[in-house]
């Protein structure tokens, strides 16, 4: 996993709660075996004017002009900037990669949905939860403001604006500890074989029924 | 040692290590696996040079995209005729294969959706922890198993390391006391919590579905409330052991032995909240006044009463909420007034891990017997949750039932509730379902769905409109029946 750096993204904003997974990245492309390439059809029935498959060419389709992504002043936005429960539904993670593959590093919302939570994170984007009005004074002024940029910064916990305000927020530990690293969960679970192993002595005994290796 | 709850116990006989920063190592007894979310996993493995850490805790099946008319299915993987579909299934098997993985492929009898399979074969146990990359784990729950969806990532770090980094979350008890109304469901319960608590109510929580009504229930019944904790925002649904828990397992192939039975009981029997437990939120509910429900938006906390009418927007008092009710109801092609029943249908889906068990199948057909389609009905579908629950129910005769009143009966997978595979609605299309989703799109491009319990999808596919199922002349079991343990075994 890549390390999280401090930031100055362009934020683009999605104005709707209860965003699923379904919208971010609609099920016909979940039929890959692969982990990259889903950018193009990031929020596809929202951005295209047709209905897409896997493996076509996304050049050629017709865009949804209404959609906030496909206007102009919003390209190369790193950080989304969402309403409450975003990422609900599936456990999908090709969601995540979705929003990587396109471009984001971050997203702030109100709250998100526990299991689009885990795999961000798990794929180096950070989620950052700030309070309803926060987001929507946030909201605001990237409505108004072409080329509005927020500091992100993970080591402090912090979002600044460019008038200089920051928000700070709460990140839990570990997970800020992996992101700034950029370190693999399942190495790091590894160094703790013999603590695995002698659970499994205890547990096998208690519970032989759950082992039918025997 | 101080009271807990279920989940408080669950959690504790599963904890590897605490990290002081909260976080903790979680053992996962069992791992279950379909072909959508474990490519990139397996291949994570591969590229590290890593093994499974316990092969025999996984067990996979394909599901999600397996199609299921026969004509298809009869020519195995050949049969999926979507490259893309086929190439994710034949992944699955030569991954199982390499891993020497069990994995019950397309046409073992033994197939179908994995929240059907894991319970039917005792693959799922109480007391146990059971992940997949899948939301609806969480079905695994009305076993009191702690369970809940995975993420791809945490699928290759589940068959590296048998554990999980998991965060304690906090406790939920939604208790639903007292009778249901006859023709009233587990389906109904649960919708009717979503509806009360919303999709996020139970974010951050591990809910326990307590109460008379949830201890009237069948497994059946329980793994339909389970399974849409879910839609709640809740990772976790749990239903504390009893006599039901117990009998339903007993000569299941992957049960205990006759001689280890004994001991697994007494152990299972303690797998309830304690009295005095602390819960850090409980919502009550009563089952008396509970309706047939039936969700009118895009989200499945838009459920409505199948009395009542389409809610109002500018009744709420936010924005937020006002703005995605207008949203929804363009999508869905509805106005604000409109009776339910007033609701005229395109299509029928009976099937989904939340219902296409052998209940939700005898509960369809008990109305659908001796009656017709309605002719505005394009197609009206039945898809048996796994291989063995199609075997029973034909045993019993259900499917010439619904051949006979007209609707086709299918092979088993997910078919139209993600519509993966072939099955799916058209733009503008509008499905009575028994799934768990309404989300825009999700059963094809420009669908709209509504959920409902299985006794109210075929009452609507023989009227061609939503009807409530308790002015109906038929005999609703209330999901108290249970399938027998024996037939299924294969
Ligand atoms: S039936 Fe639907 S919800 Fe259940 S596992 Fe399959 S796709 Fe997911």
């Known amino acids: 996993m890549k390390k999280f750096e401090r930031l100055q993204g362009l934020v683009a904003p999605m104005d709707r709660a209860n965003v699923d997974t379904d919208l971010i990245i609609p099920k016909q492309f979940l039929k890959s075996i692969k982990r990259t390439g889903f950018g193009p059809n990031l929020f596809d029935e929202l951005r295209y004017l047709d209905e897409g498959y896997p493996g076509q060419d996304a050049t050629s389709r017709p865009l949804n002009p209404d959609f906030v992504l496909n206007q102009p002043r919003y390209r190369g936005a790193q950080v989304l900037l969402a309403r409450r429960n975003f990422g609900c539904g599936s456990s999908r993670e090709h969601a995540p990669w979705a929003l990587d593959d396109f471009g984001f590093c971050v997203v702030i919302a109100p709250s998100f949905a526990d299991i689009f939570y885990n795999n961000s994170f798990k794929n180096g984007i950070l989620l950052i939860t700030l309070d309803e009005a926060t987001v929507e004074r946030l909201f605001q002024a990237t409505e108004a403001t072409e080329g509005y940029r927020l500091d992100i910064d993970l080591e402090g916990q912090r979002v600044i604006t460019p008038s200089g305000e920051a928000f700070p927020f709460e990140v839990d530990a570990f997970r800020k500890h992996c992101l700034l690293e950029g370190l693999d969960d399942i190495g790091l679970t590894l160094e703790q074989s013999g603590a695995i192993r002698d659970f499994e002595s205890r547990h096998r005994p208690s519970n032989p029924w759950l082992f039918r290796d025997a | 040692m101080a009271s807990q709850t279920l989940y408080d116990k669950l959690w504790a006989q599963h904890l590897v290590t605490q990290r002081d920063d909260g976080s903790a190592l979680i053992y996962i007894d069992r791992h279950l696996l379909h072909e959508v979310t474990s490519p990139q996993a397996f291949e994570g493995l591969r590229l590290a040079g890593r ?370 595979n072939a099955d799916k609605l058209g733009a503008g299309e509008r499905c009575a379902s028994t799934s768990n989703r309404n989300f825009e799109g999700r059963q094809g491009y420009g669908g709209r769905t509504h959920l409902v319990s299985p006794a109210m999808a075929a009452a609507a596919a023989v009227e061609g409109h939503f009807v409530d199922v308790r002015d109906y002349d038929y005999d609703p079991g209330n999901n108290m029946g249970r399938a027998d343990a024996g037939e299924m075994s294969a």
């Open chain 2, 51 to 420: 093994k499974p850490w316990r092969r025999d805790a996984n067990l996979a099946t394909p599901d999600h995209n397996v199609p299921t008319t026969l004509k298809e299915r009869s020519a195995g993987n050949a049969g999926i005729l979507d490259d893309v579909s086929r190439i994710q299934v034949e992944t699955l098997d030569a991954n199982c294969e390499s891993f020497e993985i069990e994995e019950f492929r397309i046409n073992d009898e033994r197939q179908g959706i994995v929240h059907v399979v894991g319970p039917e074969q005792g693959a799922t146990l109480p007391g146990m922890t059971v992940v997949c990359g899948d939301s609806h784990t969480a079905t695994h729950g009305a076993f009191a198993a702690l369970s809940h969806g995975i993420g791809t990532s945490e699928v290759e770090h589940v068959l590296a390391t048998q554990c999980l980094i998991a965060q304690k979350m906090k406790n939920l008890q939604v208790r639903v006391e007292g009778k249901l109304g006859l023709g009233v469901t587990a389906k109904d319960i649960v919708l009717a919590i979503i509806g009360r608590i919303g999709t996020a109510g139970g974010t951050g929580y591990a809910i326990e579905f307590a109460g008379s009504a949830i201890r009237d229930l069948s497994m059946e019944g329980r793994m339909t409330i389970c399974n849409m904790a879910i839609e709640a925002g809740a990772r976790v649904g749990l239903v504390a052991v009893d006599d039901h828990t117990i009998d339903y397992l007993k000569g299941r192939p992957f049960a205990p032995t006759a001689d280890q039975w004994p001991a697994a009981v007494e152990a299972w029997r303690d797998l309830v909240s304690d009295d005095d437990a602390h819960f850090d939120k409980i919502v009550e509910l009563d089952a008396a006044e509970i309706e047939p429900q039936v969700t009118w938006g895009t989200s499945p906390e838009m459920v409505a009463n199948v009395s009542a009418r389409v809610p109002d927007p500018t009744d709420a008092n936010d924005e937020t909420v006002t703005q995605g009710m207008n949203r929804a109801l363009e999508y869905m092609g509805l106005s604000a007034g409109q009776k339910i029943t007033d609701i005229q249908l395109d299509k029928v889906f009976i099937g989904s891990c939340t219902n296409s068990r052998i209940e939700d199948l005898r509960e369809a057909a008990k109305v659908a017997k001796g009656r017709k389609v309605a002719t505005n009905i394009q197609l009206a579908m039945v898809v048996p949750g796994s291989g063995l629950v199609k075997r029973l129910a034909e045993a019993e005769g259900l499917d010439r039932i619904f051949v006979e009143a007209g609707f086709e009966w299918r092979e088993p997978g997910c078919s139209m509730c993600l519509a993966m």
